[in-house]
């Protein structure tokens, strides 16, 4: 499995928004410049972030975005889920309802599905264990 740019950028956005949490809105300009991600494919990024509630935008001269929520209610695996979509190694772990078109009808005979679904179940777990207020906490060389 491996994560593309929408959900590494997703994740650093919202750091950056956790990071400065309690101060207003931050300028798009500002998250893309401290993170090194075009501007562009962030405005994109934001309005998916947007409509899942993980953030809000202020429009206007001191404009910009900022958190939804406390960092503290915010999960990696949430952002993770929001930008990349079902953790799912495999097609057979989606559901029918997250993708009818790859929905596997063998899944309940599968032999090895069982190894599959505990990784995936590995891995939700611990993304849902760590919120945007740990990583916070966990980046020592971050400058105010």
């Known amino acids: ?6 959900g590494r950028y997703g994740v ?3 750091y950056e928004l956790a990071f400065h949490y ?3 809105a931050i300028p798009l300009k500002e998250i893309t410049s401290s ?5 562009n494919y962030m405005e994109q990024l ?5 409509k899942a509630n993980l953030v809000k935008s202020v429009r206007g001269a001191q404009g910009g975005y900022m958190l939804a929520k406390p960092p503290e209610e915010i999960t990696i695996g949430e952002i993770i ?16 309802a997250e993708s009818s078109d ?11 599905r ?11 777990s611990v993304l849902n264990a760590i919120t945007l207020a740990d990583l916070c906490k966990d980046h020592p060389k971050r400058e105010a």
Request: proline fraction near 2%; aromatic fraction near 4%.
């Open 22 to 24: 309690g101060k207003g």
């Open 35 to 39: 993170q090194g991600i075009s501007e």
């Open 12 to 14: 650093a956005a919202l």
């Open 46 to 50: 934001m309005g998916q972030l947007r």
């Open 102 to 112: 790859q929905f596997c009808e063998r899944a309940g005979e599968c032999a090895t």
């Open 1 to 6: 499995m491996k994560l593309s740019t929408k």
């Open 81 to 96: 889920t929001v930008t990349e979509g079902p953790i799912a190694l495999v097609d057979c772990l989606l559901t029918s």
């Open 114 to 124: 069982n190894v599959w679904e505990k990784v995936c179940e590995s891995i939700s």
